[in-house]
């Protein structure tokens, strides 16, 4: 076994980081523990880029703590639990910190902390348990450098407040969640049309009382001029230039032409419906699929048919994940012709309706896929999987809570596929609920 170690160790420093980036974090500790060599290798900041560390208690972090962790150069932290005088040692010890998630209370000495990190690019605010405030908005109106904004609440204050958001007019990305109530949508759409590079947003809890379609709709255009919300008013775009949207736990009407036009560059959509619509010719989600061509890229979670979209889909899709819906075998076939030839990604997650039948056709229907996940489903048994070995591009397959694969059964997949295909095995996030402890670490 000596020897074996000795060559080993021998192997080039590339060969073997190279290796170590197939490690799991367990993995990566226990080859740190063996040897000082090994532990220079392992803390190499290539092994952890864009890395994540949660620290749930800064209390119990020492000096050789903070010091591995400039070694890997970790640039994104999640706080779970600090004092004042923690969160500024913190500070101090990691003054490269791009990204920072943190609970905020009553107590905004920590968010005023964070001005020192001059690299500071993505913020994730959560405060569940209490309203995000005007104290709290201005606050956070500060950060001029943010990139990426997240606010995770219980309620938004229906008032102008959130106007201050329109300051941060270097924001690419922007999530406003809420349990139990959005946001202002006329305070939203200042907002909006005052960020001229914002490619991403996400927003939670839009009700059917509301008028979805008022945030996206331009406001009057008017000369600059002073507001309550700090200094002159930003400038207004005439045209949004969103990429990216997601609409969580939400119910509304169809969205006017202005509207829509105003969404024309949106390519990825992402919707969970709250409940079933009364009409599905009356939904935000019927007019943006039959209106907005520029889609690719699809997530639809609801507990309703596929068949009431399946014939608007946008053809040429190339992702489309679908959570708690329905299926028929026909609806799979409409979803071949249209996409077939181009989809990429492929969801059936938690889906009803699937059978042996329908799991058997998807390589011939979809030929070019490179993942899918197939989460919660039961019925996928060893000779349905081994019959995914035709999918010559597949990359990826997501496996979890399935009773009939076993080890034996998945390492004889791996050997069918040339270890090609990495077989993963984990549960599928609920989109119904809060995405907030995801975004700002993919």
Not at 235 to 260: D, Y
Not at 275 to 284: A, G, Q, R
Not at 333 to 351: A, E, I, W
């Amino acid at each position: 076994m000596a020897k074996v170690g000795h060559h080993w160790l021998n192997l080039p420093q590339d060969i073997l980081l190279e290796i170590f980036r197939y490690l799991t974090i367990e993995e990566k500790a226990n080859i740190r523990a063996t040897c000082k060599y090994l532990q220079q290798l392992i803390d190499h900041p290539t092994l952890w880029t864009n890395s994540t560390i949660v620290l749930k208690s800064l209390q119990s972090c020492n000096s050789l703590f903070w010091r591995t962790l400039r070694k890997r150069r970790i640039r994104c932290v999640v706080i779970k639990e600090a004092t004042q005088k923690q969160w500024q040692r913190m500070v101090n010890l990691l003054p490269d910190l791009t990204t920072v998630t943190i609970d905020v209370k009553k107590n905004l000495e920590r968010l005023r902390t964070l001005r020192s990190l001059k690299n500071l690019q993505k913020l994730q605010l959560n405060n569940k348990l209490q309203m995000l405030d005007q104290e709290l908005l201005r606050e956070v109106a500060a950060f001029k450098q943010l990139t990426h904004l997240v606010l995770c609440t219980s309620v938004f204050i229906q008032n102008s407040s959130l106007c201050h958001l329109a300051e941060l007019t270097k924001l690419l990305a922007l999530t406003l969640h809420a349990r139990q109530k959005s946001p202002s949508l006329t305070s939203l759409r200042y907002v909006l049309f005052r960020l001229p590079k914002l490619r991403e947003l996400s927003l939670s809890s839009v009700d059917k009382y509301e008028n979805l379609s008022l945030c996206f709709t331009p406001p009057e255009m008017t000369t600059s001029k002073p507001t309550e919300c700090n200094g002159f008013e930003p400038h207004c775009v005439p045209h949004l230039q969103l990429e990216k949207l997601s609409l969580l736990n939400s119910i509304n009407g169809p969205l006017s032409e202005a509207a829509l036009q105003q969404l024309s560059n949106v390519y990825n959509l992402s919707v969970s419906l709250s409940k079933l619509p009364i009409s599905m010719n009356s939904n935000f989600v019927h007019s943006m699929l039959k209106s907005l061509p520029s889609i690719i890229e699809l997530e639809l979670s609801w507990t309703g048919p596929l068949a009431e979209y399946v014939k608007i889909l946008p053809s040429d899709l190339t992702s489309l994940n679908l959570i708690n819906t329905r299926l028929s075998n026909v609806d799979v076939q409409l979803l071949s012709d249209s996409s077939g030839k181009t989809l990429k990604y492929l969801g059936l997650v938690l889906c009803g309706g699937i059978t042996e039948i329908m799991l058997k056709k998807l390589p011939k229907q979809f030929p070019f896929l490179q993942s899918l996940d197939l989460s919660g489903c039961n019925l996928l048994k060893p000779d349905i999987l081994f019959g995914f070995v035709e999918l010559a591009f597949l990359k990826e397959i997501v496996i979890s809570s399935n009773p009939h694969l076993t080890e034996a059964v998945i390492k004889q997949f791996r050997t069918l596929t040339d270890n090609r295909v990495h077989v993963a095995q984990k549960n599928k996030r609920n989109r119904n609920q809060c995405d907030c402890n995801f975004i700002l670490c993919m």
